[in-house]
């Protein structure tokens, strides 16, 4: 057992590097989210979520749009992280009925 768990660790290890071969550079002037800027001139990918949300969305709210579509999987990982604290302090705070014992029949 202690091997396969070694090998999945390995396998999500070299997932995980893999994922980080598709970012850009740490400072990459050239980087996408810097290729489009605002109507002040600055660039970054807020100026694309403004430019874009009610086009791509079909949606007026810009937070629902930027919460839900282009941020989906990062916002699904906060929720489950809030879901799962949530559920260990009930699970830690909640009573527990102590048992009724008469002390007459001891």
Known sequence: MKIVNWLLLIAFGALL????????????????????????????????????????????????VILADYRGFD???EETVILTAGLICFLVLRRR??????????
């Open 75 to 77: 916002t699904l990982g």
């Open 17 to 64: 590097i893999y994922g980080t071969t598709g970012l850009p550079n740490r400072g990459d002037a050239g980087a996408g989210m810097h290729s489009t800027r605002s109507l002040a001139g600055s660039s970054g990918a807020s100026s694309f979520y403004i430019r874009n949300a009610l086009r791509d969305a079909k949606t007026p709210n810009m937070v629902t």
């Open 97 to 106: 009925k102590k048992p009724l014992t008469n002390s007459r029949e001891h």
